[in-house]
């Protein structure tokens, strides 16, 4: 709503994803302990007043603790009231899935301890599962696996759709929200651009930044217009103000064109970060952002964008 902010709990949780499934008005959070007794993920079902525990089963082969996940991943159930199954990057490029709403997890492809790496991205389009990742470095890429079977006991190897993309680390997907199925475009946010993925596997730059561009943005934030998928806003930047890599853009022909976003609150979008954002509101054109200034100056900007 209009109201101000308050903290809403999780201490000891570095907090790097959150999903909300409307049918139930369930909230997940996923992240890293940086306490002891504090688990990965977590969920609300009174819109963050109160949380519980919903980890078991994350944990360390080696030292029995807690594994930090950065990306979290919701699959719609036979019908829209039911439980999602959930899928979580849990270490490297491993995939753990719950089908418990978080209460137990199993890890569905790679193995529980892995070297580390890029931290990984995930995205759920109908019975397909898309993991994106750069490992080993240098070596970015794109995997599809099929979920169509709920209970199957690992995922196997998958389909590799986009490679030979080189270090292009993959940060961020998004999907058009009024036809988010298997049949769906998927839009890959990577450093130094935006990528389409067709559904025959073909994949192409939306929008390119060069090595020689006055920008080279590393791409985490996407924002998708529910009403005209060659509408969006897209960008980002790594953190604690490094300018060649911000920006935040918007193309209303499908990346034939864009320009710079207008920025709001006299924030520099050249130069400020937008590391990560979220869509919300009912017509879904609303885009909450956290923005990082640099010199630990971060704010949170509510932008209604307004339709083509």
Do not use: K
């Not at 959070?29 to 688990?39: I, L, R, S, W």
């Amino acid at each position: 709503g209009s109201g101000g902010w308050q903290l809403a709990g999780l201490p000891g949780l570095d907090v790097h994803v959150l999903r909300g499934w409307p049918a139930t008005g369930t909230l997940y959070a996923a992240g890293y302990p940086t306490a002891a007794g504090v688990q990965p993920v977590y969920r609300s079902s009174d819109g963050g007043t109160t949380w519980a525990a919903a980890g078991g089963g994350l944990v360390s082969d080696f030292t029995g603790d807690p594994l930090g996940v950065h990306d979290l991943a919701l699959q719609v159930g036979a019908a829209p009231s039911a439980t999602p199954v959930l899928y979580a990057v849990a270490s490297g490029t491993n995939i753990a899935r719950s089908r418990d709403d978080g209460a137990s997890w199993t890890i569905v492809h790679g193995v529980r301890e892995e070297m580390a790496t890029y931290d990984c991205q995930l995205h759920v389009l109908g019975d397909r599962l898309y993991q994106g990742c750069e490992a080993p470095l240098d070596d970015a890429w794109v995997r599809r696996y099929d979920v169509s079977q709920r209970d199957q006991p690992a995922l196997g190897d998958g389909s590799l759709v986009i490679h030979e993309i080189e270090n292009r680390r993959i940060n961020g997907f998004a999907s058009f929200p009024a036809h988010a199925t298997a049949a769906s475009r998927l839009f890959v946010g990577v450093e130094g651009g935006l990528v389409a993925l067709e559904p025959t596997g073909s994949w192409r730059f939306l929008h390119e930044f060069t090595q020689e561009s006055p920008r080279y943005t590393y791409v985490r934030s996407i924002w998708v217009d529910p009403a005209d998928e060659r509408h969006i806003v897209f960008g980002g930047g790594e953190e604690h103000d490094i300018s060649d890599r911000s920006g935040l853009w918007e193309t209303t022909d499908g990346g034939a064109t864009v320009r710079t976003v207008q920025s709001p609150l006299g924030i520099d979008f050249l130069r400020a970060a937008v590391p990560a954002a979220v869509t919300t509101g009912s017509d879904g054109r609303q885009f909450i952002m956290l923005v990082d200034e640099g010199g630990g100056t971060r704010r949170v900007i509510r932008w209604a964008i307004p339709a083509r």
